[in-house]
Nanobody
Framework: QVQLVESGGGLVQAGGSLRLSCAAS????????MGWFRQAPGKEREFVAA???????????DYADPVKGRFFISRDYARDIVYLQMHSLKPAGPALYYC???????????????WGQGTQVPVSS
């Protein structure tokens, strides 16, 4: 059974930092994309960041414009864990951050086959 399990969420103050983790099990995603999306109450799920293996120990990271320069995605290919390091968090309601994995034609689209349950990240002002 394939599972993606997020961890690291929690209340953080505006301007603070937080690191989310997503551990995959049940199959390897070493040659697939892994990404992060978030969804605030009453809003659509939106792309945050994704990382894709390009071979020869290289990868490509992609970020949504609102988080560029503040969020950083990384990956432990040996353990199939993807991280999202978030800095300078802005005040926001309790958004759910979801991990996603699988082959997709566009890493920014929420067409991934596998999803985690989400971890909540409320940012207080």
């Amino acid at each position: 059974q394939v599972q993606l399990v997020e961890s690291g969420g929690g209340l953080v103050q505006a301007g603070g930092s937080l690191r989310l983790s997503c551990a995959a099990s049940g199959r390897s995603f070493s040659s697939d994309a892994m990404g992060w999306f978030r969804q605030a109450p009453g809003k659509e799920r939106e792309f945050v960041a994704a990382i894709t293996w390009r071979g020869s120990r290289t990868y490509t990271a992609d970020y949504a414009d609102p988080v560029k320069g503040r969020f950083f995605i990384s990956r432990d290919y040996a353990r199939d864990i993807v991280y999202l390091q978030m800095h300078s968090l802005k005040p926001a309601g309790p958004a759910l951050y979801y991990c996603a994995a699988g082959w997709v034609p566009c890493t920014r689209d929420p067409q991934y086959v596998y999803w985690g349950q989400g971890t909540q990240v409320p940012v207080s002002s």
